[in-house]
């Protein structure tokens, strides 16, 4: 054989085999793996047992190179029928605590009271899943005994999805004991389930001690005034809820009034929104609000109409604000800022929250009920709770205004409409 000529490998003859037929656990299984192979590709000295190594993975990344890992982070196989099978091999797999995953979505999966105990297994040990969706199952009580135990031991999940599962009132319980020893869970979804006022009693407790929780939804579960009167009672001392959602229960008037009274008696309230959206109120229950907006003007209340208001009423009431000042500025040939600026003592072009509500309502050129100066503050306010007026224009979208980048922002700056804005001009407008 000549030397240059290169050698063949030698083949041996094998039976042609058929691909053997994966089911769903399997399927699941081995698209787990693959990010369990990107996290062995690591330094053998580099630990992968924290989440602060995910943290600061995700610092080296530009902008949209973060977003791309966080979706690969992310692993739906919701409406699979998974059932106790799949929950097994989930739990397993959970149970090693080597995965980049961070979102899980399980909805829909024929999950039940012993697959609940699967995931309570899983989730008292896996800290790094931070987002868990096991809504549309079949969890009932026993389950929410199960999945309470797993609260009380996690310390890595921000947000839980149990809406549209069969938790009443054991249930319920049992959940809420396990929230009051959790410290890191701040959006929990418990809508579409059967609290009840036992449920909603448990759950005032928690509002009472935990610090954590932003966001709770529990539309739908058959709390009446006597539940909120208990949830009320744990507005009165929270600290750290934001968004509160109770729409479609058996709620009157008389409960919506003790939930806002409960949030002007909290100093340290952090509400900013509370969903009604099924009560009808009448106009002393808006003037009890406008008062407590007076306290806490970030917070803004949905419900569903007000008795007695015929709907040219209604419209004039919801009048965009936003359109009114602009009608002013015209009239009195100014700009939006300058009326902006007039409503500032010192003249400048930010003020807090608090002050801007106070001087919108004072104010007499374009007068404004609550409810408008209210959507004026979800337009123009930052973050930080303050109002800054050179930031936003009147069609609500955010546009920090450079020299020379304006272009037809005439709601902002009046006559000024053209891309020729100068830095002095610029820098003149701002002082």
Not at 82 to 109: D, V, Y
Not at 248 to 277: F, W
Not at 343 to 372: C, E, H, T
Request: hydrophobic share 35%.
């Amino acid at each position: 054989m000549d030397n240059d000529e290169p050698l063949e490998p030698e083949i041996k003859d094998e039976p042609e085999t058929e691909p053997a037929a994966r089911n769903s656990d399997e399927t699941f299984y081995c698209e787990a793996e693959a990010s369990v192979a990107i996290e062995k590709e690591k330094p053998g000295g580099e630990s992968s047992e924290t989440d602060l190594e995910i943290e600061d993975t995700e610092k080296l990344f530009t902008t949209g190179q973060r977003e791309l890992y966080l979706e690969a982070c992310k692993l739906n196989i919701s409406n699979n029928d998974l059932g106790l099978k799949g929950a097994s091999t989930i739990s397993e797999f959970l149970q090693r605590n080597t995965s980049s995953l961070l979102n899980l979505q399980l909805s829909g999966n024929n999950f039940k009271d012993e697959s609940a105990e699967l995931f309570c297994q899983a989730f008292s040990a896996n800290y790094r899943i931070k987002t868990l969706d096991l809504s549309h199952n079949e969890f009932s009580d026993k389950g929410g005994e199960h999945l309470g135990q797993m609260l009380a031991l996690n310390i890595g999940l921000q947000s839980l999805d149990l809406s549209w599962n069969q938790f009443h009132t054991q249930g319920a319980v049992a959940l809420c004991n396990g929230l009051r020893a959790n410290v890191t869970l701040q959006k929990l979804d418990l809508s579409m389930n059967g609290f009840g006022n036992e449920g909603a009693t448990a759950l005032g407790e928690v509002l009472r001690l935990n610090n954590s929780l932003v966001h709770i939804d529990v539309s739908s579960n058959d709390i009446s005034n006597e539940g909120v009167l208990k949830i009320s009672k744990g507005l009165e001392f929270n600290e750290s809820l934001k968004v509160l959602k109770l729409f479609l229960n058996p709620v009157s008037m008389d409960g919506a009034t003790l939930l806002i009274l409960s949030i002007k008696r909290n100093p340290k309230s952090k509400m900013e929104e509370i969903d009604i959206s099924n009560v009808l109120v009448s106009e002393q229950f808006v003037k009890i609000l406008d008062g407590v907006c007076a306290i806490h003007p970030q917070l803004d209340v949905t419900y569903k109409a007000v008795q007695g208001f015929s709907a040219k009423k209604e419209l004039l009431l919801r009048t965009n604000p936003m359109k009114l000042i602009q009608s002013y500025a015209d009239q009195h040939q100014i700009t939006v800022i300058d009326f902006f600026k007039s409503l500032n003592p010192n003249g400048r072009m930010m003020m807090s929250v608090g002050d801007f509500w106070k001087a919108m309502i004072q104010q007499d050129k374009v007068p404004m009920n609550p409810y408008q100066v209210r959507e004026l503050i979800k337009k123009l306010a930052e973050k930080t709770g303050m109002v800054n007026f050179r930031c936003w224009c009147l069609g609500g979208t955010l546009r920090i205004m450079k020299p020379g980048g304006i272009k037809n922002c005439g709601l902002c700056y009046g006559s000024i409409k053209t891309a020729k804005f100068s830095p002095d001009a610029f820098n003149a407008s701002l002082a």
